[in-house]
C-alpha cells in the first residue's frame, strides 16, 4: 500500500518542524513548506521534501501544491500550521498589520484548502488539519487580532467538515496550548513594540510576561512541539479522528473553566491568572 501524502506548512520552526518529522517517522511522504527554506535543511535528512512557501503568496501557493501533485497525484493530508500572533490594543495596531495578521493565519488556510480540495473530492477522501489554539476558544487582552483569527478558523472549519463530509473528507482542528517554542516570546516583544509606552502600557507589560511564561522550554505552560505533533499524527492515522484535539499543558482546564464560567467571572478569573504569571 503506498504511503500517504502529507503536506504540513509553517514547517521551517516549533509544532511545523516537528510535525513534519513525526510524520516522516510514522511512514507518511512529507513534504515541509515555508518562506524560510534554509531553516528547513535538517529535515532533508529524515527524506522529507522541503518547499518554499508562502501564504501570503497565491503564487507560492499554487507552484507548492503542484510540486505535490505533479510527482504523486495528491495530497492526503493538508496540515494548515503557518501562523503567528499579532498582539497590541486594537487602538493602536495599524490596520495594515491586521489584514496581514488575517491574510496569514485565516486566509493562507483557506486557499491551501481550496488548492487541495478538487484533488480530494475526486478521490472521495482526505484530511485537512488546522491547527489553531486554546486561543480560539478563550481571549485576553490586546489579543485581539490574534484571538480574532483563532475564532474565524475555528468557526470555518466548523463548517467546513459539515460540507466536505459527503465528499469523505475529514476536517481536524488541532488546539495546543503553550509551547516550548519562541512563540510566545516573540509576540510578547511585539506588543510591546505596539503598545508597551502609550495608554494599555500597564496592561502591555503585564500580558507580555505571561506570554513569555508560555513560551520555551522549561516555563509554566510550556509543552513541547513533539507532544502537539504526535496529536497531528494520531489525527492524520486514525480511522475516524475527533474534531477537535486539545493539546499541552493547561489546554483541557482553561477550556473547560472557559465553558463553566460565566464571562465576567472568566474575565476576572484570567486577568488574575496573567498577573500571576508575570509576577
Same mark, same amino acid.
Given at each position: ?15 511545523g518542524?516537528a ?11 512529507v ?9 528547513m ?13 508562502d501564504?501570503t503568496?497565491?503564487?507560492?501557493m ?5 510540486? %505535490?501533485?505533479a &510527482?504523486? =497525484? /495528491?495530497?492526503?493530508?493538508? !496540515?494548515?500550521?503557518? @501562523? ?5 490594543? *486594537?487602538?493602536? %495596531?495599524?490596520? &495594515?498589520? =491586521? /489584514?496581514?495578521?488575517?491574510? !496569514?493565519n485565516?486566509? @493562507?488556510?483557506?486557499?491551501?484548502t481550496? *488548492?487541495?480540495?478538487p484533488?480530494m ?7 485537512i488539519i488546522?491547527?489553531?489554539?486554546i ?13 480574532g483569527?483563532?475564532?474565524a ?19 481536524v482542528?488541532?488546539?495546543p ?10 509576540a510578547?516583544?511585539?506588543?510591546l ?22 513560551s520555551?522550554?522549561?516555563h ?7 507532544v ?6 494520531r ?5 475516524r ?20 464560567l ?7 478569573v ?10
Amino acid at each position: 500500500m503506498p504511503a500517504s501524502i502529507a503536506l504540513v506548512t509553517g514547517a521551517s520552526t516549533g509544532i511545523g518542524f516537528a510535525t513534519a518529522l513525526a510524520l516522516a517517522g510514522a511512514g507518511f511522504t512529507v513534504y515541509a513548506g515555508a518562506r524560510r527554506v534554509d531553516m528547513m535543511e535538517p529535515l532533508k535528512d529524515h527524506g522529507i521534501t522541503v518547499l518554499s512557501l508562502d501564504v501570503t503568496s497565491e503564487e507560492s501557493m499554487m507552484s507548492a501544491v503542484a510540486q %505535490v501533485e505533479a &510527482a504523486h =497525484g /495528491r495530497v492526503d493530508v493538508l !496540515v494548515n500550521n503557518a @501562523g503567528y500572533g499579532s498582539y497590541g490594543s *486594537l487602538e493602536e %495596531v495599524p490596520l &495594515a498589520e =491586521g /489584514r496581514r495578521q488575517f491574510d !496569514v493565519n485565516v486566509l @493562507g488556510l483557506a486557499r491551501m484548502t481550496q *488548492l487541495v480540495l478538487p484533488q480530494m473530492r475526486a478521490a472521495g477522501k482526505g484530511r485537512i488539519i488546522n491547527v489553531t489554539s486554546i486561543g480560539g476558544k478563550i481571549y485576553e487582552p490586546l489579543g485581539a487580532w490574534y484571538h480574532g483569527t483563532k475564532f474565524a478558523v475555528e468557526g470555518m472549519s466548523d463548517s467546513l467538515r459539515l460540507e466536505l463530509k459527503p465528499h469523505g473528507i475529514d476536517v481536524v482542528i488541532i488546539e495546543p496550548s503553550g509551547t516550548d517554542t519562541e512563540w510566545g516570546t516573540i509576540a510578547g516583544e511585539g506588543l510591546l513594540a505596539t503598545s508597551g509606552d502609550g495608554p494599555y502600557a500597564d496592561q502591555a507589560h503585564i500580558v507580555a510576561a505571561a506570554l513569555a511564561s508560555t513560551s520555551g522550554d522549561g516555563h509554566v505552560l510550556s509543552t513541547p512541539a513533539t507532544v502537539v505533533a504526535k496529536a497531528i499524527v494520531r489525527a492524520a492515522k486514525a480511522k475516524r479522528p475527533r474534531t477537535r484535539y486539545p493539546v499541552g499543558r493547561g489546554a483541557w482546564s482553561v477550556l473547560a473553566m472557559r465553558r463553566i464560567l460565566p464571562d465576567r467571572a472568566f474575565d476576572a478569573v484570567f486577568l488574575n491568572f496573567c498577573k500571576g504569571l508575570a509576577g
